[in-house]
């Protein structure tokens, strides 16, 4: 296919996903864009649960997203592939993933609380991929909205440079507070309108309609001197960050609506400032202007240019290797797709959406999975509407789309997972793949019967392959099927679908913290396994010798593995053995059954025999060798520590703190707004459970509170003992 047969060019595709902390009015944004769009005949809403894009049983029974939801619309010629990511931490997977394959993102603030925990959290995942964004201000109808001092806090909380490009019109009268804030907002004043700082035109909404029809036109004369104030600063802001504007502006020439935006649009581009607009999205106001905004200042797949892999046949591919096959995007180019998200489609197969950066995905192609190395045939694509679905015979590239398969993966036996590579097989490329982070909490569950035992094995295959952040292991002493995921919520979720979605009778048990141990100084470790196999008459023997080194890394190393040993001393057919056993025995700890971190081991040597020795023979005696090298290096226990961020009236601040200090808590800071408080600490997550019931009575339910994975910490010596004695119980 050229690119002559697309309906749209490239040029005039956006790949956008909306992002915040949870009630910032992310979804509801999202309706009203659908709505106005077009692709949509009603606006939904989350309280009805009603929304296009939180379809799951789960998220219209609690009102929040727990599932990236992808939907395609069109808006002024353009067509817009969106994903409405989930606002709470305990899916934080489902926003790693959809940045990864975005061009741009809209970033929903609160017009009232501000920037908030999982906003920084986001906000630092958009950074990690250099998404360029917009930010939109949301909820700036409510009582106590400051856009000006969420602004500021986009400053300097999110270390941004957000660039207001309006500035909100509020009735009755205007003031001289500020550029953007009205004062007479506190005395009862109501948002009705934005000034565009642009074109400095007024955009008044019509109250009668709630918010459904506007009205364009002059600035009102009272709001001028605060409108021309506010241009001047958007301006200058611009003009810092761009010298072509700066330097039409320092010679004192006109500056025109296309000239300004066109800089914005190179700005945003680059990522050095963010168009900042605001609204209020449950009114219906303000969502014109951001969809227009998308299509002027957010990149195309164009804009992108190309995209970077490797040779999956590279000796040195690893982690470090750097990109060297480059694809320009483009329907000519060899094709060059990510699967970045895996889906159950209810009827026994899979839906595995796909971001195509080069070339064309076509029905009836056979691709290469350079990630497992295998090839896949193309039965069928569909272009998804959350959870509809329309059948497609092409993605072209700089598109998202999605491959219906069985859960089989067709005639390879091996399902696509999120992260796989889809290429053409004359031109393999490898690209990166997507982060995943590491679980912090686990449950036991356990089948009621043993008739429902390979019904709930089905059920966590099929989750752990739709959501990477989900792992799912048996624990050698008790035999019992433990789960981990990212917090409490998360898992419930989990259990809740494998109840209801899959039919399983199971019991669960009570929630566990996601240990981990690590070593705290260098030490060296080996093991000879010698074995003779079979009678005296056709007896013959087994042979594996492995010396290696086990070493502290910084908090945040992870599992480090290096071989070194010469090949005159384990050759390289036996060197993956000895690695499956390092790693088997990292995976298994050697305190109390937990998995290892921040640690390098490097194999440094050995011997081996030309006919006795054997791969099961490298396997064993480097588990063995590592196990005696960690339990020698002062091994110890790791817990996970959480940013905790409590907002109380400020009557509650010495419970909530008396509290916090009986769970473990540090105090990082503490922050002041009329009438309440907000209180920042990193708290164990072992002292967390029930914290929210806690809280609720604590300060008879005025607070709030949000809570985010940040660290791993050595835990004291008395918590060590406990879970190292309760260990030790469950396995008698």
Same mark, same amino acid.
């Given at each position: 296919?050229?690119?002559?047969?697309?309906?749209?060019?490239?040029?005039?595709?956006?790949?956008?996903?909306?992002?915040?902390?949870?009630?910032? /009015?992310?979804?509801?944004?999202?309706?009203? +864009?659908?709505?106005?769009?077009?692709?949509?005949?009603? +606006?939904? $809403?989350?309280?009805?649960?009603?929304?296009?894009?939180?379809?799951? @049983?789960?998220? @219209? =029974?609690?009102? +929040?997203?727990?599932?990236?939801?992808?939907?395609?619309?069109?808006?002024?010629g353009y067509v817009v592939n969106l994903i409405d990511t989930p606002g709470h931490v305990d899916f934080t997977m489902e926003v790693?993933?959809?940045?990864?394959?975005?061009?741009?993102?809209?970033?929903?603030?609160?017009?009232? $609380?501000?920037?908030e925990p999982q906003s920084e959290t986001v906000w630092r995942q958009a950074d990690r991929y250099d998404v360029p964004r917009l930010a939109f201000i949301n909820k700036c109808d409510r009582e106590g909205a400051e856009p000006e001092r969420v602004i500021a806090e986009i400053k300097s909380r999110l270390g941004a440079n957000p660039i207001a490009i309006q500035a909100p019109l509020f009735a009755p009268r205007a003031s001289a507070a500020g550029p953007l804030v009205d004062a007479a907002r506190a005395s009862g004043a109501t948002f009705e309108g934005v000034i565009d700082l642009v074109t400095m035109r007024a955009r008044t909404w019509d109250a009668a309609s709630f918010g459904t029809k506007f009205t364009d036109g002059p600035i009102p004369h009272s709001h001028v001197p605060i409108a021309s104030r506010a241009r001047e600063i958007m301006i200058e802001a611009i003009a810092e960050l761009d010298d072509e504007l700066m330097s039409a502006w320092v010679a004192g020439r006109e500056l025109s609506g296309d000239a300004i935006r066109a800089a914005l649009r190179r700005v945003t581009l680059s990522g050095r400032g963010v168009p900042t607009l605001v609204g209020a999205a449950f009114k219906n106001q303000g969502i014109h202007n951001l969809l227009d905004a998308v299509l002027d200042y957010l990149p195309s797949p164009e804009d992108v240019g190309q995209v970077r892999g490797r040779d999956p046949q590279d000796p040195d591919l690893g982690?470090? %290797?750097?990109?060297?096959?480059?694809?320009?995007?483009?329907?000519?180019?060899?094709?060059?797709a990510l699967a970045f998200k895996v889906q159950n489609d209810g009827q026994g197969g899979q839906l595995t959406f796909l971001r195509v950066y080069a070339g064309c995905l076509t029905v009836g192609d056979t691709v290469l999975n350079a990630t497992k190395g295998h090839l896949e045939h193309v039965g069928r694509l569909v272009r998804m509407f959350a959870n509809h679905r329309e059948d497609i015979r092409t993605i072209e590239a700089g598109?998202?789309?999605?491959?219906?398969?069985?859960?089989? /993966? /067709?005639? %390879?036996?091996?399902?696509?997972?999120?992260?796989?590579?889809?290429?053409?097989?004359?031109?393999?490329?490898?690209?990166?793949?997507? +982060?995943?982070?590491?679980?912090?909490?686990?449950?036991?569950? =356990?089948?009621?019967?043993?008739? $429902?035992h390979a019904k709930l094995a089905f059920a966590l295959e099929r989750l752990a392959i739709e959501d990477p952040s989900f792992h799912v292991r048996t624990d050698a002493d008790s035999g019992q099927i433990v789960i981990s995921g990212m917090g409490e919520l998360h898992l419930e979720i989990v259990v809740d679908r494998v109840l209801r979605e899959f039919g399983v009778r199971a019991r669960v048990g009570n929630p566990q913290v996601a240990y981990?141990?690590?070593?705290?100084?260098?030490?060296?470790?080996?093991?000879?396994?010698?074995?003779?196999?079979?009678?005296?008459?056709?007896? *013959?023997?087994?042979?594996?010798?492995?010396?290696?080194?086990?070493e502290p890394t910084d908090r945040g190393g992870g599992y480090v593995y290096e071989n070194r040993a010469p090949a005159t001393e384990i050759p390289g057919e036996h060197a993956p053995a000895v690695e499956a056993g390092v790693t088997e025995a990292v995976e298994r700890g050697v305190l109390s059954g937990h998995p290892m971190i921040d640690l390098r081991v490097q194999v440094v040597g050995g011997s081996y025999h030309p006919v006795d020795s054997n791969n099961y023979?490298?396997?064993?005696?480097?588990?063995?060798?590592?196990?005696?090298?960690? %339990?020698?290096?002062?091994?110890?226990?790791?817990?996970?520590?959480?940013?905790?961020?409590?907002?109380?009236?400020?009557?509650?601040?010495?419970?909530?703190?008396?509290?916090?200090?009986?769970? *473990? /808590?540090?105090?990082?800071?503490?922050?002041?707004?009329?009438?309440?408080q907000t209180l920042a600490c990193f708290v164990p997550m072992a002292s967390m459970f029930g914290y929210s019931t806690d809280l609720r009575s604590r300060t008879r339910g005025r607070a709030t509170y949000s809570m985010e994975f940040d660290h791993y910490a050595e835990v004291p010596v008395q918590v060590r003992d406990d879970v190292m004695s309760r260990r030790a119980r469950a396995s008698i």
């Open positions: 296919m050229t690119a002559k047969a697309r309906q749209v060019s490239i040029a005039r595709t956006r790949n956008i996903g909306i992002m915040a902390h949870v009630d910032a /009015g992310k979804t509801t944004t999202t309706e009203r +864009i659908l709505f106005y769009s077009g692709a949509t005949s009603r +606006i939904g $809403e989350v309280d009805e649960g009603s929304t296009v894009t939180d379809w799951m @049983q789960q998220e @219209q =029974e609690r009102g +929040i997203s727990i599932t990236a939801a992808a939907t395609t619309l069109g808006w002024k790693e993933r959809s940045l990864r394959v975005l061009d741009g993102a809209v970033a929903v603030f609160s017009a009232v $609380e501000g920037v982690p470090t %290797s750097v990109p060297t096959v480059v694809r320009q995007i483009g329907d000519d180019q060899p094709l060059a598109m998202i789309g999605a491959l219906l398969s069985s859960a089989s /993966g /067709g005639a %390879s036996k091996t399902p696509v997972a999120t992260g796989d590579t889809l290429c053409d097989p004359r031109e393999p490329i490898l690209l990166d793949p997507i +982060i995943v982070p590491n679980p912090v909490m686990g449950i036991a569950i =356990e089948p009621e019967t043993e008739a $429902e981990r141990e690590t070593v705290t100084r260098r030490e060296e470790g080996e093991h000879k396994f010698v074995r003779v196999v079979g009678s005296s008459g056709g007896s *013959r023997g087994e042979y594996g010798h492995v010396r290696l080194v086990v023979a490298f396997k064993v005696a480097g588990s063995k060798a590592f196990v005696a090298a960690a %339990s020698s290096a002062s091994p110890t226990m790791l817990e996970p520590v959480m940013s905790l961020e409590v907002t109380t009236p400020d009557q509650y601040v010495g419970d909530v703190l008396g509290d916090l200090h009986a769970r *473990r /808590g540090k105090v990082a800071g503490i922050t002041a707004r009329p009438g309440v």
